[in-house]
C-alpha cells in the first residue's frame, strides 16, 4: 500500500512539474500506475465493484488536479472506471445467468427473449439490464431498456452475494479484479498500439504526389506519414517549424531520417503555402466531446487557412486523446502558458519585463500558449484507432469509451 | 527626339478624346499615353523613359512601314486631307492608346537612316530601356510593322488585340514576327500589291505620305531580301535587351536566360542547392558568399557609382529593409548618381543617363529583388530624366532631377506618411488594443503619434521568425512608454479575443486589393477577420501597383533558408544540424505573402482611408498624376 502511495505521489509531481511530455506517454504512465493501484488495492467483500472505483476516483482526482490541462490523464481513468463498472456488470451477468440456471433452466430462451415477461423475477429483469448495458445497441434492446440499469450493478452483486455460498464470494472477488486488470492490459496494449492501426489507414488517404501539411510533432502523424511512404507512396510533406517550442524541427528531423521529401517551412508562411497543399494532417492533444480539438499553438491558424482554401484538415487521435467533457472557453481554460524565456531573451529585454516585482508598471508582457483550439466546423476528419469520423459524429464514439457516470470527477 | 519630347511635355491632362477624331494638334492624341501606361504597368514601370526611346531601339523594317502607310490609307477610304488620314488610320483603333502620332512615327523611322540604329546608340539603348517596351515604341513598331499583306479583317483582329497585348515584350515579338512573315508574303505576291499601295499613297498628295512611299517603290523589289536581315536584327535586338535587363520578374527556372544573366551579373551568386521545386523560378542564392567577393571588387567596378554600390551592399546584407528604407536610400544614391555625373561626348543627357540608371538598378536587382516601391520610384526617376527638357543645360538639368528626386521622397514618402499617421490616429480610440504583426514603419509612427496625443491603448505585437523584426518595434515602442503584449504569430488566435484593431502594414497593395506583405500579415488577417476584428492597412500610394496577385507563390522572394534551420539564441534547439544538405530537406524561407482582399477592412493611404476595392481607382489615378508630375 504505502509504496502504491509513493508512486502516485511521485507521478503527481512528475505531472505538476510538466516533466512528462505528450499525451500518450502520460496516458501510459497514467494507466499504469492505476493498474498497481487495482492490484494493491484489498478488496472488501461486499461491494468490491464500488470499492475500487472509489479507490481509482481517489487516485484520479489527485492526478487530474495535478495537471488539468492534460486530458489525457482524467480520459485514461475514466476509462478504467469504465473497465471495472463493465466487468463488474458482466460479472453479474455471468452469476444472475447461473443462478437462473440452477433455479430454472428452462426458462432461459424466454429470458434471453423477453425479460419483461415476468413480472416476478427481479433477477431476470436484472440480467436484462445487464446484458442490454453490454449488448450493442438495437432495437430491441432499446425496447427492453429498463430505467435503474444503472443502479442495476449494486443490487446485483450483492442480491448475487446473498444468494451464493461464501467460497463462490472470494472466488467471485477474485474473479472481479483479475478481470479488471485483464481490462486494463487491454487498455495498455490499446494505447500503445494507437499509432499502428491509425497508421494502417494512411494508405486510403494519402494519395501520390500528394502535398501534405503539418505542424507540431506527433508521434502519430510521424507512424502516418511513413505507413503511406512504406506503401510506396511518394509524396512531399511541408513542415511548419512550430515556434517557440521547434517541435516541426524534431518531426522534420525523424521524417528526413525515413526518407520523406521534407520541406521545412516558418509557421508565418503557413497561409503563403496552404494553396499548394492537398491536406493538413495535425496530431491533436485532446479531442472534444463536440469535436473540437485542443492541438499544438498555431493549429487555428493552419486550420483556417485549410478552410479558405478548402484543403481538408484531417486530425489524428489515438482513443485515449478522446474526451468526453465539452469545452468553455478552451483557448484560455484548457490552455497552458509557457515560458517567455523561449520568446524574448531576458538579458536582452531585462529593463522591461514584468518580473511582479512591483516596480514601477510593466511595460511589456510576454504570451507563449502552448495549444490552440481548433472548433469543430474547421474539422474535415477524425482518424482514430477505430476509423475516420466526422466531427459530429465525435460525442457518440466518446460514449462508447466511458460510462455516464463518470464524466464528472 | 526632341521633336518627340516637347509635345509630350504640353500634355493636357484634361482633354481625352478617345476614339473620336478630329485633325487635332499632336498634343492632344499625345494625351491618353499616360493612361495607356497605366493599364499596362509592367510596362511603363521598367522603363518610363521608353516612350521618348524606344522606337530607336526596334529596328523598324523599312520596307514593311512604307507599304503600310499607302494599304492602310486606301483601306480607310475616308483620308481626305493628309493629315486627317495619318490620325484616321490611327483613330480606329478602339481604345485610343495607339495613338502616337504619326508624324512621329514616320519621322522616327523613316527620317532616320536605319544605320544609325545599330552599333553604340542600340547598345546603349537596350541597356536603357531594360527589358520591356515602352508603349509608345510599342506602338510605333506595330504600326510599322503593319504587313502590306494584311487583309482588312486581320487588322481588324489587330486592332482589337493590340491595345491588351501590345505593351509586352511577347507581343512586340510576335508583332516583329508575323510582319517578317507577312513581308516574306509580299514579296511573293508582290506584283499584284505592290501597284495598289503605291497608288494608294500617290493618291494622297502629301508630303509625309509620299514619304514612306519612296522607299516603298525600292524596297517592294527587295523585300525578300530585306525580310532575312531584318529578322536577324531584331532577333539580336532581343536577345540584347534579355542580357542587358534582366526582366524584373524573371523566372528563373528558364535555365538558358538564368545562364545569360549570371554571365553579365556583377554579383557573383552561388546557386543555392537544395531547393524547394514549388519556387524554381525565383532566384536563390547560398547567402554570405558574395559579400566578401563584392568588397574586393569595389575598386575594380568602374562604372558604379559608389553610392549606389554601398546601397547594393547594404540591402545584400540586410542592413537597410523595410520598402520605404531601400526606397529612400536607393533615391538617395541616385541622387549622387546625379550629382556626380558628367555627359560624356557623343551622348545626350537623357540617354545616357537613363542607360547608367538602368544598369545601376540590375545591379542593386541582383544584390535583392526589387520591391515594388522601388520600381515605382526608378520608373518616376527614368520618367523624369527623360522629360528633360532639351535646352536645359546639364548643370541645370542635374539640378532639376535632384530636386525632382528630393521632391519624390518628401511628397511620396515622408509627407504621405504624416498624412496616414493623421488619418490613422483618428481611428484609435481610449481602450483599445491594437494588434500589429512584424515591423512596419507606417503603423509604428501611428502608435508613436497616437501615445503623443496622450491616447491609452494597448499594443501587441506579434513576431515571427526568422527576421523577429517585432523585438526591434517593441524595443522603440516601449522606449517611448508604450504598454505591449509580445507573442509569436502561432499565439494570434490565442489574443485575437482582446484585440479591437489590426493595423498592418504593407511591402506593396496590388490592384486588386491583395495587400503584399512580409510574410505572416495574411495569417494574421486572416484570424483577425475569422474573429471580426477589423484590419487596417497603412500604406502610401506610391507602393500601390497595377499588378494583380492570387496567391503568394507566382511572385514572391525567398531569403536565406539556413535562417530556419539555425535557432538564433536558442542553442538547445539543434535538430536539424547536419542534415541540411540532406537532400530530403529543404528549407523555405519565404519573405513576403500576398493577403486576399476580403481580409482587409480598410487601407489608409495619403489619399484617405479606402475599402481595398478603391485600390485600382487609386492606381489608375495616381498613375496619371504620376506620369505627369
Known amino acids: 500500500m504505502p509504496d502504491v502511495q509513493s508512486m502516485v505521489l511521485e507521478f503527481v509531481n512528475k505531472l505538476r512539474k510538466r516533466k512528462i511530455e505528450g499525451s500518450q506517454a502520460t496516458a501510459r504512465c497514467t494507466v499504469e500506475l492505476l493498474r498497481s493501484v487495482i492490484s494493491h488495492h484489498r478488496v472488501p467483500h461486499a461491494n468490491q465493484a464500488s470499492a475500487l472505483i472509489d479507490a481509482v476516483k481517489a487516485v484520479g482526482a489527485q492526478l487530474v488536479a495535478a495537471n488539468p490541462v492534460e486530458l489525457a490523464v482524467g480520459n485514461v481513468v475514466r476509462r478504467v472506471l469504465h473497465i471495472i463498472r463493465e466487468e463488474d456488470l458482466s460479472l453479474a451477468t455471468a452469476a444472475v445467468a447461473g443462478f437462473d440456471l440452477l433455479d430454472a433452466s428452462d426458462d432461459d430462451e424466454d429470458v434471453n427473449g423477453k425479460g419483461i415477461g415476468y413480472p416476478g423475477m427481479s433477477a431476470a429483469v436484472v440480467a436484462a439490464a445487464a446484458r442490454s448495458t453490454l449488448r450493442p445497441p438495437s432495437l430491441q434492446t432499446l425496447l427492453e431498456g429498463t430505467p435503474e440499469s444503472a443502479t442495476v450493478p449494486y443490487t446485483s452483486s450483492s442480491g448475487a452475494d446473498s444468494e451464493s455460498k461464501t467460497a463462490d464470494k472470494s472466488s467471485v472477488t477474485r474473479k472481479l479484479k483479475h478481470d479488471v486488470i485483464e481490462g486494463v492490459n487491454q487498455l495498455i496494449h490499446e494505447i500503445a498500439g494507437c499509432h499502428e492501426q491509425i497508421a494502417e489507414q494512411a494508405i486510403e488517404h494519402i494519395h501520390q504526389n500528394e502535398v501534405i501539411l503539418t505542424l507540431g510533432s506527433s508521434r502519430t502523424v510521424l507512424e502516418f506519414l511513413c505507413a503511406a511512404k512504406e506503401k510506396k507512396r511518394s509524396f512531399r510533406v511541408f513542415v511548419a517549424e512550430g515556434a517557440p517550442r521547434y517541435q516541426g524541427h524534431l518531426l522534420a528531423k525523424e521524417l528526413v531520417a525515413r526518407g520523406l521529401q521534407t520541406t521545412v517551412i516558418t509557421d508565418s508562411a503557413v497561409f503563403a503555402m496552404i494553396s499548394r497543399v492537398n491536406m493538413v494532417i495535425i496530431g491533436a492533444h485532446a479531442v472534444m466531446a463536440n469535436g473540437g480539438v485542443i492541438g499544438p499553438v498555431g493549429v487555428n491558424m493552419a486550420a483556417l487557412a485549410a478552410k479558405k482554401h478548402a484543403v481538408p484538415f484531417v486530425v489524428l487521435a489515438g482513443s485515449h486523446k478522446l474526451c468526453p467533457l465539452y469545452p468553455h472557453n478552451p483557448e484560455v481554460l484548457l490552455n497552458e502558458l509557457r515560458s517567455p524565456s523561449e520568446l524574448l531573451d531576458f538579458g536582452e529585454f531585462s529593463d522591461c519585463l514584468d518580473f511582479g516585482s512591483g516596480s514601477g508598471s510593466p511595460l511589456v508582457q510576454v504570451v507563449n500558449p502552448t495549444f490552440d483550439y481548433v472548433p469543430p466546423s474547421l474539422v474535415s476528419l477524425f482518424i482514430t484507432d477505430t476509423g475516420g469520423h466526422n466531427p459530429s459524429y465525435m460525442y457518440r464514439l466518446i460514449a462508447d469509451y466511458y460510462s455516464a457516470d463518470d464524466l464528472v470527477m | ?629
Open chain 2, 1 to 629: 527626339m526632341e521633336s518627340r519630347r516637347n509635345p509630350r511635355a504640353v500634355v493636357d491632362p484634361k482633354v481625352r478624346q478617345v476614339g473620336f477624331f478630329t485633325s487635332s494638334q499632336p498634343d492632344s492624341t499625345y494625351q491618353p499615353d499616360p493612361i495607356a501606361s497605366e493599364s499596362h504597368p509592367v510596362v511603363s514601370s521598367i522603363s518610363p523613359s521608353g516612350n521618348s526611346l524606344s522606337p530607336v531601339m526596334i529596328p523598324p523594317p523599312r520596307h514593311n512601314s512604307s507599304d503600310t502607310f499607302p494599304l492602310r490609307a486606301a483601306a480607310a477610304a475616308s483620308a481626305v486631307s493628309p493629315s486627317s488620314f495619318s490620325y484616321s488610320t490611327r483613330r480606329d483603333f478602339p481604345d485610343g492608346s495607339m495613338t502616337a502620332s504619326p508624324g512621329r512615327v514616320s519621322r522616327a523611322s523613316f527620317s532616320k537612316p536605319s544605320s544609325s540604329l545599330p552599333g553604340v546608340g542600340m547598345d546603349s539603348m537596350a541597356a536603357a530601356k531594360s527589358s520591356s517596351v515602352p508603349a509608345s515604341g510599342l506602338t510605333t513598331v506595330s504600326v510599322v510593322n503593319m504587313p502590306p499583306g494584311l487583309s482588312e479583317k486581320e487588322s481588324d483582329q489587330k486592332k482589337n488585340s493590340k491595345p491588351l497585348k501590345e505593351k509586352t515584350t511577347k507581343a512586340e515579338r510576335r508583332a516583329l514576327q508575323e510582319a517578317q512573315r507577312a513581308a516574306k508574303a509580299a514579296a511573293k505576291a508582290e506584283g499584284g500589291k505592290a501597284p495598289l499601295v503605291s497608288s494608294g499613297s500617290v493618291a494622297s498628295t502629301n508630303v509625309k505620305v509620299t514619304k514612306p512611299a519612296k522607299p516603298s517603290s525600292q524596297k517592294n523589289d527587295v523585300a525578300a531580301v530585306a525580310a532575312g536581315p531584318s529578322e536577324k536584327k531584331g532577333g539580336q535586338a532581343e536577345k540584347d535587351r534579355k542580357k542587358d535587363a534582366p526582366h524584373p520578374r524573371m523566372q528563373y527556372d528558364d535555365e538558358s536566360r538564368v545562364v545569360k544573366a549570371k554571365r553579365r551579373a556583377v554579383v557573383k551568386q552561388t546557386e543555392a542547392k537544395n531547393r524547394v521545386e514549388l519556387f524554381r523560378h525565383l532566384p536563390q542564392y547560398e547567402h554570405g558568399t558574395q559579400l566578401p567577393d563584392l568588397e574586393t571588387k569595389f575598386f575594380q567596378l568602374d562604372p558604379m557609382h559608389p553610392a549606389v554600390y554601398k546601397v547594393g551592399l547594404q540591402y545584400l546584407s540586410g542592413d537597410i529593409s523595410g520598402g520605404n528604407a531601400r526606397c529612400i536610400a536607393m533615391l538617395q544614391a541616385f541622387q549622387e548618381v546625379v550629382k556626380d555625373y558628367s555627359t560624356p561626348s557623343e551622348k545626350t543627357l537623357n540617354r545616357d543617363m537613363t542607360a547608367k540608371i538602368s544598369s545601376y538598378v540590375s545591379f542593386l536587382i541582383e544584390c535583392r529583388p526589387l520591391s515594388v516601391s522601388m520600381g515605382n520610384a526608378i520608373r518616376f526617376v527614368k520618367n523624369r530624366i527623360a522629360k528633360l527638357p532639351i535646352t536645359l543645360s546639364e548643370s541645370e538639368a542635374k539640378a532639376a532631377l535632384q530636386s525632382d528626386i528630393e521632391r519624390f521622397i518628401n511628397e511620396k514618402i515622408v509627407m504621405a506618411d504624416t498624412v496616414i499617421v493623421k488619418h490613422a490616429v483618428t481611428k484609435i480610440r481610449d481602450g483599445d488594443v491594437l494588434l500589429t504583426y512584424g515591423s512596419p514603419t507606417a503603423v509604428e509612427m501611428v502608435l508613436l503619434h497616437a501615445h503623443e496625443l496622450k491616447k491609452k491603448f494597448r499594443v501587441l505585437v506579434v513576431d515571427s521568425r526568422p527576421k523577429l523584426e517585432g523585438q526591434l518595434l517593441l524595443r522603440r515602442l516601449i522606449k517611448r512608454g508604450i504598454n505591449c503584449t509580445y507573442t509569436h504569430i502561432n499565439a494570434v488566435s490565442y489574443i485575437m479575443h482582446e484585440v479591437t484593431k489590426v493595423f498592418l502594414g504593407a511591402s506593396s497593395v496590388l490592384s486588386n486589393g491583395t495587400v503584399y506583405s512580409r510574410v505572416g500579415t495574411a495569417s494574421v488577417a486572416m484570424v483577425a477577420s475569422a474573429f471580426r476584428v477589423p484590419v487596417l492597412v497603412c500604406c502610401e500610394a506610391y507602393k500601390f501597383h497595377e499588378r494583380v496577385q492570387l496567391d503568394s507563390i507566382c511572385s514572391n522572394e525567398l531569403g536565406d533558408p539556413n535562417a530556419i534551420s539555425k535557432v538564433r539564441g536558442r542553442e538547445d534547439i539543434n535538430y536539424l544540424d547536419g542534415l541540411t544538405n540532406n537532400a530530403n530537406l529543404q528549407f523555405l524561407n519565404l519573405m513576403y505573402d500576398a493577403t486576399p482582399s476580403d481580409y482587409i477592412s480598410m487601407i489608409i493611404t495619403d489619399y484617405g482611408m479606402v475599402p481595398p476595392t478603391s485600390v485600382p481607382v487609386i492606381v489608375r489615378e495616381y498613375q496619371k498624376e504620376h506620369s505627369l508630375v
